[in-house]
């Protein structure tokens, strides 16, 4: 069996299949060990085998510390992983993951990580997308002392993560990363330093996901999102990935009646037919007036 390769064997019970994927290889192209927490919940959740493929470099499609951008959306860049990964295996089952970082959506002033794994099934003509977001452990110093730099590592757990140090500026080059003990953060810094132009040394966390226990552990909450998508399927044509696809809006305001802004029921449909089944809001009749236009112009 190849490195990494997760068999799907004696996972169905008592020869009933665990889901449509039972006993199927899928082809995930990655260089940053992310078949470490996909591989086994797949495996364990769908019944499949998560089959590593190599022989590409992923970078190549763009990097988190900027030596390469990606091009295109999250959704177009792991389309092209997973199409990589499928032409390399031969296997007509991909799968690959992208993440980005960013400011959290509602204040703006704390790191965020937005993490999207998608399924892409050839036979069945299926794209199927897993999410999950939270706070990340993203963070970045310009620093001109180890004092400064020593401080920020401890408060952005490092070593457990990892880091990133580039002489001058957030674009500064050469980069050295994957950093991962105080003698080479160190070494790190004095190259840094010895080759900027003005002193400054930019220290960042690194967010690779072998190199970030964090955002590993958000990839694997959108693979749990995408297994119980994969799971469920459309009652009008049995295709996998049979969920939910948007809110509707418009729950009556508890002082007026009118709608407001907040969820009134949701949306399931299927990603291969045009099934739709409408569930209204059970948990609560009325909105907040806080919410309304009408009470709270």
């Known amino acids: 069996m190849p490195e990494h390769e ?10 009933v299949p665990r889901s449509s994927y039972d006993g199927l290889r899928v082809a995930l192209l990655t260089q940053h060990g992310k078949e470490k927490v996909l591989g086994p ?45 499928m032409e390399l295996s031969g296997l007509p089952l991909g799968l690959a993951s992208e993440g980005s970082f960013g400011a959290d959506p509602v ?12 399924w892409i099934d050839t036979q069945r003509d299926l794209e199927i997308v897993g999410l999950a977001q939270g706070a990340a452990a993203f ?12 401080a920020f590592a401890e408060k952005t757990s490092f070593p457990t993560h990892q880091m990133v140090v580039r002489p001058e500026s957030a674009d500064g080059v050469p980069v050295r990363k994957g950093i991962d003990n105080w003698v080479d953060l160190d070494a790190a810094y004095r190259w840094a330093l010895q080759q900027s132009r003005n002193g400054l040394v930019f220290v960042e966390t690194d967010v690779r996901a072998h190199a970030n226990p964090t955002r590993m552990a958000m990839i694997q909450r959108a693979a ?13 044509c049995a295709s996998p990935g049979f969920g939910l696809i948007e809110h509707i809006r418009g729950l009556p305001c508890s002082d007026c009646g009118g709608p ?6 949701e949306v399931l449909g299927c990603v291969k037919c045009a099934h739709r089944v409408t569930h209204e809001r059970t948990d609560r009749q009325f909105g907040d007036p806080s919410h309304c236009d009408y009470c709270n112009p």
Request: charged fraction near 25%; include cysteine; aromatic fraction near 6%.
């Open 6 to 15: 997760y068999s799907a064997a004696d996972t169905n019970v008592g020869g």
């Open 41 to 85: 919940l797949l495996r364990q959740a769908l019944g499949c085998s998560v089959e590593l493929v190599r022989g590409y470099d992923t970078d190549r499609l763009g990097t988190f510390t900027r030596d390469i951008p990606r091009e295109g959306t999250q959704v177009e860049a792991a389309r092209r992983k997973a199409r990589i990964g």
């Open 107 to 118: 204040a703006g002033m704390f790191p965020w990580n937005l993490e999207l794994l998608l």
């Open 139 to 150: 963070a970045h110093l310009l620093a001109t002392e180890w004092r400064a730099v020593e």
């Open 224 to 236: 749990e999102d995408l297994a119980r998508k994969l799971g469920a399927l459309c009652p009008m």
């Open 260 to 265: 407001t802004g907040e969820m009134r029921a």
